[in-house]
């Protein structure tokens, strides 16, 4: 025997208790797509020319653009599915096809009577509580995986899709089925549908973002893995290469490099993409719970709401639990916060639960970050500068987050007022301004004003700089490296974690694998790294030494190892060099003279020196020499108006080719602070000043050249900006 209950008249309906945060979310998504396209730019950028652009020192490998790749797919997929919500009519006429919907009156004539009196039921239901909402009923297309589903036709007219079985559970518990229509009315009601639903683009990517996100990494992975040795082995096989040592070298390649680095960018991809959704999925949460709150309200009862959710099919594995999770919270967590949402208590949680996506897309940015700053621990890197990394990143995500959410704090306490004029929009009738619960509101309205506060004090606050000790520990780290020039045979300490020494550097013609290429040889350079710090340290010589020529050539070698205190690595490093004057890059320098004599036959030959040395015969290099103190001019040519400041460089320090002082930039231009670089005998320099006024600069870059005549004039820019300009400097 059908059942049925008691509920609430139309005219005495509540509105929506959650503001409309899929709709708020839509706004914040559009209002930043600039700079969706400027990370879009970058990445297309790092994918086809290897650089992104903005610093042209670094080169990406294949490796490290896969993330890229995924970032451009995933924006492309979400940016494809927001402007779909803008063309409700593909998806009327997408599911009108595929599922055959009929309005009843339309029924062909052999329809059976008991159908068409149980449509009539369900037409008077809907219309006492949703006048403007169309029935369709799927009388001979595929059968619908929903009992019902809402649909939009247009901008703000909406049909409401029937199936079989939704008749059939009319029949056998009516206050089952009244609950499953009260739920799709509320989405109608709160204009959910045109964003969200059955054939949705937006929420058919949103459900397959993880199997998505595996299938964009793991394919350009395992495509990239696939060239890069095919070609490899190809070149090895045709010098006729020993296989076995062939091999060997290959699985050692995977083991140290391709695997670790294969754990680093799927770890990063994923948390990117989870932190790229979490936002737009605790939306739907909401909308989901929203609707559930509307059955309780409307039905004066939770009975038929746990009727209507016991209809739901059990997932049969955790995976599939674990991605119906993405479009439509767990039944026992939707029932728990609609049970406890009545009261003052459970209203605010309920309230704040899409204020807290923002905490939990920072926790997914958090591990996106780690996984970037992962890749340093090669490097020797402390875990307390990446600790500290991360703190600043959390302390720019929080200033990022008050203008957001203070629109939140401004939706969340109006919310009562507006939410009857925000439901006449779709259903063409609004609900009873009825028994809200403002302390609720205020509230939650606190909360997140409290969390604003916040944000605009550290905005306020001087830019977060690194600690002492907590900075990388790389061998050419200029802030605790030695100055100047070593010979082979000295060591130097690196940041008091290192002693490095150079034993020897030959030229050879091969590197125990294969020979050198025609008009090539091998640079093989003997060194040791004894680790002197309290913690295990992982080597890898391509991010620590790298062979630059005169020409701006890099040369890089592969050589990883753990290094427990207090042991010493000791490898060859091996650079397959043009056979010009070798030079190593600016900072801690070895001055290395070889015996060319073991070049390759036919090679034409020069003594090499590592070192920026004017000839061959010396390792002496004479530097420009500096002045303790300049004055000039900046001018900011991003601008149409070429914004100029006076500026002064001070206690200018100056050992060899190291410099450091201090730089200050008068109004209107900013920036101020020490600064350290180098100068080159070719009278070429360089220095970054790391700014201490306030400015909001993580730093800025000058190059340029020392003049004859004593003054100096170049270019800066402001890394991570597009704002750059001229500058120039005479002696005072």
Not at 19 to 41: E, H, M, Q, T
Not at 395 to 424: C, D, G, K, N
């Amino acid at each position: 025997m059908a059942t049925s209950f008691t509920h609430a008249k139309p005219s005495e309906q509540r509105s929506s208790v959650l503001p409309p945060w899929l709709w708020f979310w839509l706004a914040v998504y559009i209002i930043g797509v600039s700079s969706v396209f400027d990370r879009v730019k970058v990445n297309l950028l790092i994918l086809f020319t290897g650089n992104d652009g903005i610093n042209s020192s670094i080169r990406y490998s294949a490796f490290e653009r896969v993330p890229g790749v995924v970032e451009i797919l995933l924006d492309f997929a979400l940016f494809t599915g927001v402007l779909t919500v803008f063309l409700p009519w593909i998806r009327t006429v997408f599911l009108q096809r595929k599922y055959g919907l009929t309005e009843p009156q339309f029924l062909p004539p052999g329809t059976p009577q008991q159908t068409l009196q149980t449509l009539s039921g369900v037409s008077g239901f809907v219309r006492e509580h949703a006048p403007g909402l169309i029935l369709t009923y799927n009388a001979g297309g595929k059968i619908l995986s929903d009992k019902a589903f809402v649909y939009p036709i247009g901008y703000r007219k909406a049909g409401l899709a029937l199936s079989g079985r939704l008749l059939a559970l009319w029949n056998r518990d009516q206050q089952a089925a009244e609950a499953i229509l009260l739920h799709e009315i509320e989405h109608f009601r709160h204009g959910d549908m045109l964003v969200i639903g059955a054939g949705s683009l937006l929420e058919t990517i949103i459900r397959r973002w993880f199997l998505l996100t595996a299938v964009f990494v793991i394919i350009p992975l395992v495509i990239s893995l696939l060239i890069e040795h095919i070609t490899s082995f190809q070149e090895e096989m045709g010098i006729a290469a020993d296989l076995p040592t062939i091999i060997s070298f290959h699985v050692r390649q995977v083991f140290t490099m391709d695997i670790p680095f294969i754990v680093l960018i799927l770890s990063q991809s994923f948390f990117w993409a989870a932190s790229l959704f979490t936002i737009v999925v605790m939306a739907i949460w909401c909308t989901e719970i929203n609707a559930d709150r509307f059955v309780v309200d409307t039905t004066q009862s939770t009975q038929a709401l746990e009727k209507a959710t016991d209809q739901h099919a059990a997932p049969t594995s955790w995976r599939r639990w674990l991605l119906s999770g993405v479009y439509h919270p767990p039944i026992a967590l939707r029932r728990w916060l609609v049970l406890r949402s009545e009261g003052t208590k459970g209203l605010t949680l309920l309230l704040l639960l899409f204020p807290a996506a923002w905490f939990i897309r920072l926790f997914f940015l958090s591990g996106w970050a780690l996984s970037q700053y992962l890749v340093f621990l090669y490097t020797g890197t402390s875990a307390g500068y990446i600790v500290d990394e991360l703190g600043i990143d959390a302390e720019y995500f929080l200033e990022a987050l008050v203008p957001v959410w203070i629109a939140m704090a401004v939706l969340i306490v109006l919310w009562p007022m507006l939410r009857r004029y925000w439901e006449s929009i779709f259903a063409h009738a609004a609900g009873r301004r009825a028994n809200a619960n403002y302390p609720a509101y205020l509230s939650s309205t606190g909360f997140v004003i409290f969390v604003c506060m916040i944000g605009l004090i550290l905005s306020l606050l001087p830019a977060p700089t690194e600690p002492a000790g907590a900075t990388p520990i790389i061998p050419y780290s200029r802030s605790s490296g030695p100055s100047g020039h070593f010979q082979v045979g000295e060591t130097a300490t690196i940041s008091n974690a290192w002693i490095i020494a150079v034993h020897d550097a030959q030229v050879k013609p091969d590197n125990g694998l294969f020979p050198a290429s025609s008009g090539h040889a091998f640079l093989a350079i003997d060194v040791s790294l004894k680790n002197i710090s309290t913690q295990t340290s992982n080597l890898a010589s391509d991010f620590q030494f790298t062979l630059q020529d005169l020409h701006g050539v890099r040369y890089d070698e592969t050589y990883i190892a753990a290094t427990p205190p207090p042991a010493v690595a000791q490898d060859t490093l091996s650079f397959e060099v043009d056979w010009k004057n070798p030079d190593p890059s600016k900072v801690t320098i070895w001055d290395i003279k070889v015996n060319p004599a073991v070049a390759p036959t036919g090679t034409p030959v020069t003594t090499p020196t590592l070192a920026p040395t004017p000839s061959a015969s010396t390792s002496t290099t004479v530097y420009p020499t500096l002045q303790q103190a300049y004055q000039g001019t900046l001018v900011n040519t991003t601008d149409n108006s070429n914004t100029s400041a006076t500026a002064t460089l001070s206690s200018i320090v100056q050992v060899n080719g190291d410099i450091s002082g201090n730089m200050t930039i008068q109004l209107p231009l900013a920036g101020s602070g020490p600064f350290t670089g180098t100068v080159s005998s070719n009278g070429a320099i360089q220095f970054t000043v790391i700014p201490t006024d306030n400015s909001g600069y993580a730093a800025i870059v000058f190059m340029g050249t020392i003049h004859q005549d004593g003054s100096m004039s170049g270019t800066y820019t402001l890394p991570g900006t597009n704002q750059g300009g001229t500058w120039q400097f005479k002696p005072i």
